[in-house]
């Protein structure tokens, strides 16, 4: 690869922190410094309803705040993490004039931000995001939609974006593959959240059977509910079990070619850097070589399971990532 | 996130009662509008909910009214406090606390999380 090619540049989302953020131990600009002291930029993400106690709207205190600690650390504001909330009021979806207005100010402080992209998700649908496009042209702040497992790249919802975006042809509008939607396995910290829970090993392993199963998500989850209630399950294990179908997709990594032009940012998704089932091996250079340019946030969710720190999770993934981008793959198991 | 719900020392004395303190067990700030409490129980006793107060941002609300108030947010980072009315409370010892916190994230319809703790509490 040339050096020109290589428009792939790394960062990570303080959503990884998530432990040590929501234990008070870090405030936003501590954990902001952590990523430049630890290397895992340049790409700096956040969730604006985490990181921001006034979102969608922001104080200026914030702003400077945010912009000095990257400056300081030579990093870079890379994607503000929106929240598509079309279910604030449970009696009734948001209208369309609603969803856009809740977007707007959202959109607006990423701009503010000086983020080149703000996320939000498949949920909030076409209508609305065609709405945005122009807003995210003025204020300079390309929208992605995250595609996150269920979605894939050919899933209705999706392609109805697609349809949408051929449409609309702007530059401002995009997607964000979250790298869950293409894992070979189901990371080991589900199974051992599962036995802990104490579901017996029988149907855990009915759980992991359905979940390689081929066919869409309905089709999937109807096979793992039959096969579960056939072997004696009840309605709590299987819930229990439901978010490897919810959380874990298993579409092919070179299947993103068909959107790779509207790719605008990346969430590298995963649970424990050692582990294989997140096939980064094959998905940097997927990116890398067939013309991304953007940034990569490393996002450990295993915070879901545990109360440990990410630290270490982290420096272990941004070396493996390191060494596959310098053409030297690590040793996975 | 696996303990956060309810922390240590988190079961104080008050006036007729228990304030209960609780975190939002979620990686994000939510309306108070798409958050349930399931059963509370206090040594196995049901509390009956239409007398448990929910307070955060120093307001307390009826837990029936939490579907309605989608304009309040309860912030990641703050604490959270169930008025619990409880009889004679001492602190120093121990009550069996049980209480379950239901989650509707406003992104992903139809889907709910239950987070339940039961523990012996010391309260103070």
């Not at chain 1, 807003?135 to 702040?141: Q, S």
């Not at chain 1, 590298?268 to 340019?293: C, H, I, S, T």
């Not at chain 1, 295993?302 to 030297?328: K, N, P, Q, V, Y």
């Amino acid at each position: 690869m040339t050096e020109q090619a290589s428009g792939l540049r790394l960062g990570t989302t303080l959503f990884s922190f998530t432990n040590e953020f929501h234990a008070r131990k870090y405030t936003v600009e501590q954990l902001i410094d952590k990523v430049g002291e630890l290397g895992l930029g340049p790409g700096v993400e956040l969730i604006g309803f985490s990181a921001i106690r006034e979102y969608p709207g922001v104080s200026d205190e914030f702003v400077q705040m945010f912009r000095d600690a990257l400056e300081r650390n030579h990093l870079e504001p890379s994607c503000l993490s929106m929240n598509g909330d079309v279910m604030i009021r449970r009696t009734r979806p948001m209208t369309n004039d609603e969803s856009y207005e809740y977007h707007r100010t959202q959109i607006e402080t990423a701009a503010k931000l000086g983020m080149p992209v703000a996320k939000t998700q498949v949920i909030v649908g076409p209508e609305v995001l065609a709405r945005l496009a122009p807003l995210g042209e003025r204020l300079n702040v390309k929208i992605g939609v995250e595609l996150h497992s269920p979605e894939r790249v050919d899933s209705p919802n999706v392609i109805a974006l697609r349809e949408m975006y051929a449409k609309v042809d702007s530059p401002y509008l995009g997607f964000v593959p979250d790298f869950g939607a293409c894992v070979t396995a189901v990371p080991h910290c589900f199974v051992d959240h599962f036995r802990e829970l104490g579901i017996p090993e029988k149907f855990i392993q009915i759980a992991l059977e359905a979940w390689s199963l081929t066919g869409t998500f309905g089709e999937r989850i109807g096979q793992y509910q039959e096969r579960e209630r056939a072997a004696g399950a009840g309605d709590s294990e299987i819930g229990a079990m439901f978010m490897i179908f919810s959380m874990l997709g298993h579409q092919e990594p070179r299947k993103w070619l068909e959107i790779m032009p509207q790719v605008i940012h990346i969430h590298g998704k995963f649970y424990d850097a050692k582990e294989a089932a997140v096939p980064f091996e094959e998905l940097l250079p997927l990116f890398r070589d067939n013309g991304y340019q953007g940034y990569l946030s490393s996002e450990w969710e295993a915070h879901a399971f545990t109360d440990d720190d990410a630290e270490s999770e982290l420096l272990a993934l941004h070396e493996r990532m390191r060494h596959i981008l310098a053409g030297d793959p690590q040793a996975v198991r | 996130m696996k303990s956060w719900f309810v922390e240590n020392n988190a079961l104080h004395a008050a006036q007729g009662g228990f304030d209960l303190e609780i975190r939002l067990p979620w990686y994000r700030s939510l309306p108070l509008s798409v958050i349930d409490f399931g059963e509370l129980r206090i040594n196995g006793a049901k509390i009956d909910p239409t007398a448990i107060k929910f307070n955060v941002n120093g307001k307390d609300c009826g837990l029936s009214e939490l579907p309605n108030l989608w304009e309040e947010s309860w912030y990641v980072l703050d604490s959270a406090y169930l008025r619990i009315p409880y009889p004679a409370v001492k602190r120093g010892e121990q009550y069996q606390v049980e209480v379950t916190i239901i989650l509707h994230p406003p992104y992903v319809p139809k889907v709910f999380f239950p987070v339940s703790y039961k523990k012996a509490m010391q309260a103070n």
